[in-house]
């Protein structure tokens, strides 16, 4: 079946505008992760949705930063007013988060450069 | 927070040779996976430990679950140059929520 999409796959903004991020998990699953990360580091966790839970925003590293999970799937990451230490690659991740093995399945990511 | 530490940070190997790396988390876990992410790709499931002691084997990959369930390691034999990439562990920590460790990058040198 499809797994999870992502897009734009490359996104190229001016300082100080802002970006949308789309993900589409896979159907079924029920959490949502968005991660970013930068050139050779780790995975840097944004925000988790779970069901119909509020989602854990503990990851979000200003108030630039906001997401949304509509109808339990599509997801949209948003930026507002860009800056340059925000490029990166964001990565969306999905699972069946109760049952196991519930590993997560990655989209290719966003890769986004601010000017 | 509740982390996952990973060890080493970086490895570059010879080919043939072995590699370790080693996850320790400051809480028990009820599981832990193990993911790979090649140069340029995203990060692909594989494999999850769940019993306390539990190891498993996928070809020249053996993966260990520590007897406490706070610690795991992932040991490559004979390494090869398909083999790298950067390897995370992950914990279920904060309720559901699956924290990654910093990752292991591999290089290996032919």
């Known amino acids: 079946g499809a797994g999870v999409s992502q897009s734009p796959s490359n996104k190229v903004t001016e300082k100080g505008k802002d970006v949308e991020l789309r993900c589409d998990p896979i159907?079924?699953?029920?959490?949502l992760y968005w991660y970013r990360q930068s050139l050779g580091q780790g995975l840097e966790f944004l925000i988790y949705?779970?069901?119909?839970?509020?989602?854990?925003k503990s990851g979000l590293p200003s108030d630039r930063f906001s997401a949304e999970r509509t109808g339990g799937s599509v997801s949209t990451l948003t930026i507002q007013r860009t800056q340059q230490e925000d490029s990166a690659v964001y990565l969306c991740?999905?699972?069946?988060?109760?049952?196991?093995?519930?590993?997560?399945?990655f989209g290719p990511g966003t890769r986004l450069t601010v000017t | 927070g509740q982390q996952v530490m990973q060890i080493p940070q970086y490895q570059h190997v010879q080919e043939g040779e072995d590699f370790t790396t080693y996850c320790n988390s400051s809480?028990?876990?009820?599981?832990i996976q193990w993911y790979k992410q090649r140069p340029g790709g995203h990060p692909v499931f594989l494999i999850q430990?769940?019993?306390?002691?539990e190891v498993k084997k996928q070809k020249r990959l053996t993966f260990q679950f520590g007897e406490a369930k706070k610690n795991s390691s992932l040991h490559i034999t004979a390494t090869q140059t398909t083999d790298v990439g950067t390897y995370f562990c992950a914990g279920p920590l904060d309720g559901n929520k699956l924290v990654f460790g910093a990752g292991t990058i591999l290089r290996v040198k032919s």
């Open positions: 949705f779970q069901g119909n839970s509020a989602p854990d």
């Open positions: 809480t028990t876990l009820s599981n």
């Open positions: 430990l769940v019993k306390s002691g």
């Open positions: 991740a999905s699972s069946l988060a109760h049952s196991t093995p519930y590993e997560q399945y």
């Open positions: 159907s079924g699953h029920t959490a």
